[in-house]
């Protein structure tokens, strides 16, 4: 992509509304340029070609994004001569921005400061972070008219739901199941609201819990209040997991987080062509959303010799072209100022690369989908100083949004029982069920195909046992059967057994989260068959009378048939009903409709290796595996002695991303975990300018 001066957002989604909003004129290195109303610098700059925001002072290496959401500081620029993580600073109109070379020379104060007495407030309930749990939990305690403060830094309610455009797996009456993350987020900010005693901060930071119980938040506009809550709740979410590889650190390649806040939040075309790193859920489901904004998935690697998400997420993926490389790894990113290409090898049973299976695909970015690790460092400090105090959703457990949803709607009940109030038991029932929705994928069953070659009837393309029920509940005919106790069940069609037939209204074929229910139908042709298939993309992408080529649940093509229809009801929340014409021997087969073409994922002709060794490990001080590598073999055991030699997690983001990669070091290198010594935290776990903490005003130089 480069840094070209052309206009990167998406001008159509089959999900998401591209409305036209305000333009916002803003300079970049004196240059003006466009920005959508509401666009944070680095979504501007994304869209307007530009993805090396500076250079790192210690050896001039590009800085680009990395997880867009406010947890580390690669994108820094210089917004009216101020440092700022250019992820989370807004636009504004005539606002004028620099690359960081070096280090930031800061202005000149020109005049005294003006300062006033820090704010202090008391509340009964203190919520961090305004995502699913966090929400849930908020709505739970605004019920029963218990004074809540919900703080969240992003500039609306929702967490990671705003990103999803997916329909979400679980239970259809418990959360949600089948209704799309982004509509979940409105509808849970709708009820927050609903309630007076429920109080909400927005682009507001929670930068440390003290000793005296107090939690310090650096409000929207720069205010710093102090705020003593009577019970805490860590509803912060997660943070993505980093990997240490050759050219690890180019711009190009970032968390699978920031990706979608790119493309799903903001509506820029993030990259041309992807490259895929990690197979669990988030990976999986950054690919499809790729694919719906019309940017070429390359292809997907995972370490592990089956992919860890859910298989209905893998399927939808190779049946729409991307091809799934397991029981491989990642060698090198590869380009000089920016992703080029990238070298991926098949591992052996050790996960070491094997010789000679290196290969190399042209991409611009390498999405990184490795894991997630728990923000609850406020959690832990809370409980350190004697704070009655409790976490939910991932701050607590990582698992899926759905989990994440029910963890806050119970610890919302057990906040308000630790504070007095009489709310009853928690039912045994949201216990057996929260355990259910935290699961992990279970049992992979055979896939099972109907034997009828008559009539109409619905084909399953599910076969893992994962939480998942919305196809039961839209059955006008009860037809469809999950056992209600458990619903981690694959489901049955079960139509004959009750004396009943399939009326083929579809709607199981568009309620599926997993997109993995067609509609076959034997009625017009006993030589051919109509499959309704479920598709996510553009109207325009598909017409009446075109010839598609469709596939097997896993990918397999199975021939090119004609589409004799195209519905786009509003019933079908956005999702499109395509009708094919197909032989009767392989229509039951039918799982999707291929949208890339192979021609995307062939390979280069070479694989290209990267010569430097510049795998890095702490991207804040760029310390690489290698000199840290050093110290672990010359005895060192304390992760502080590390920090003081070559100052590793002494960085902006306080070691967020390079801490697990450290501890990775040891066990590589055959460290026993009990035998290192970890890190002291920081007190302060997000970076705040020091004036706050001295009731500097926030409009002062």
């Known amino acids: 992509m480069g840094d070209q001066w052309v206009d990167y957002r998406i001008a159509e989604h089959p999900i998401l509304s591209v409305a036209p909003r305000a333009c916002v004129a803003f300079y970049w290195q004196g240059r003006e340029l466009m920005a959508r109303e509401g666009e ?62 070096g280090l930031p020379e800061l202005p000149k104060v020109g005049r005294a400061p003006v300062m006033h007495e820090i704010r202090e407030m008391a509340v009964p309930a203190l919520i961090i972070g305004g995502g699913p749990a966090g929400m ?45 993350g982004i509509d979940i987020a409105t509808r849970l900010e709708k009820e927050v609201r609903a309630h007076e005693s429920v109080q909400v901060w927005l682009n507001s930071t929670a930068l440390a819990v003290f000793s005296d119980g107090k939690v310090g938040i650096l409000r929207d506009g720069g205010e710093y209040v102090l705020v003593k809550p009577q019970v805490l709740l860590v509803a912060a979410g997660a943070r993505e997991k980093s990997l240490v590889f050759r050219g690890n650190t180019l711009p190009g390649v970032y968390g699978a987080g920031a990706f ?45 010799p089956e992919c860890g998400g859910y298989k209905v997420h893998r399927d939808k993926l190779a049946r729409m072209g991307v091809p799934i490389y397991t029981s491989h790894t990642v060698l090198s990113a590869n380009g000089v100022d920016a992703v080029e290409s990238v070298t991926i090898a098949q591992v052996d049973a050790r996960f070491r690369p094997v010789p000679g299976t290196e290969r190399s695909f042209a991409c611009d970015t390498l999405l990184i989908a490795v894991g997630l690790d728990p923000v609850n460092e406020f959690y832990a400090k809370a409980q350190e100083f004697g704070l009655k105090a409790f976490a939910a959703g991932d701050a607590e457990e990582i698992a899926e949004a759905s989990a994440a949803m029910f963890s806050g709607k119970i610890k919302g009940l057990e906040v308000a029982q630790a504070l007095g109030y009489d709310v009853g038991q928690i039912p045994p029932d949201w ?240 460290i026993k975990d009990a035998e290192v010594v970890d890190g002291v935290k920081r007190p302060l776990f997000m970076e705040a300018p020091l004036g706050v903490f001295a009731g500097v005003e926030a409009d002062h130089d």
Not at 84 to 100: D, F
Not at 145 to 157: A, M
């Open 40 to 101: 944070t610098i680095a979504s501007a700059l994304f869209a307007n070609g530009i993805r090396t925001f500076g250079h790192h002072a210690r050896d001039g290496s590009p800085q680009g994004i990395f997880c867009a959401n406010g947890q580390c500081a690669q994108c820094l620029v210089l917004a009216d001569g101020k440092p700022v993580k250019s992820c989370m600073e807004p636009v504004r109109p005539g606002l004028r921005a620099e690359p960081v070379d």
């Open 136 to 180: 849930s939990a908020a709505v739970q305690l605004g019920q029963h008219g218990i004074g809540t403060l919900l703080v969240d830094d992003k500039q609306r309610l929702g967490g990671k739901l705003v990103l999803q455009t997916h329909r979400f797996f679980g239970s259809i009456n418990a959360v949600y199941a089948g209704t799309r």
């Open 431 to 670: 216990q057996r069920t929260a355990e259910i929705l935290r699961s992990k994928p279970g049992r992979v069953a055979a896939e099972a195909l109907p034997e009828e070659q008559s009539g109409v009837f619905p084909v399953f393309h599910c076969t893992q046992e994962i939480p998942c029920n919305p196809c039961t509940s839209v059955c006008s005919q009860g037809a469809i059967y999950i056992d209600p106790d458990d619903i981690r069940q694959v489901p049955e069609y079960i139509a004959a057994q009750l004396g009943k037939a399939c009326l083929g209204c579809e709607k199981c074929v568009t309620v599926c989260p997993g997109l993995a229910i067609t509609l076959v139908d034997y009625r017009k042709d006993g030589g051919q068959a109509t499959v309704t298939i479920p598709f996510e993309f553009a109207a325009s992408a598909i017409h009446q009378g075109d010839v598609v080529t469709v596939l097997d649940t896993s990918g397999n093509v199975l021939g090119n048939v004609p589409v004799t229809g195209v519905r786009a009801a509003k019933a079908n929340d956005r999702t499109l009903l395509v009708k094919v014409r197909a032989p009767a021997e392989y229509a039951k087969q039918i799982a999707g409709i291929r949208v890339q073409e192979r021609q995307v994922s062939e390979p280069l002709e070479q694989y290209v290796q990267r010569i430097s060794d510049d795998t890095i490990v702490c991207r804040c001080e760029r310390v690489t595996a290698a000199e840290i590598r050093e110290l672990i073999r010359r005895g060192y055991r304390d992760v502080n002695e590390i920090k003081a030699v070559t100052r590793a997690g002494m960085g902006a983001c306080g070691s967020k991303t390079c801490a697990s990669l450290i501890r990775r070091l040891f066990l590589d290198e055959g």
């Open 260 to 304: 979608q806040t790119l493309v799903n939040r903001d509506l820029v075309r993030a990259a041309e062509r992807l490259f895929i790193v990690g197979g669990g859920n988030v990976g999986l489901i950054a690919g499809y959303h790729a694919l719906q904004a019309g940017i070429q998935v390359v292809g997907l690697v995972e370490a592990l």
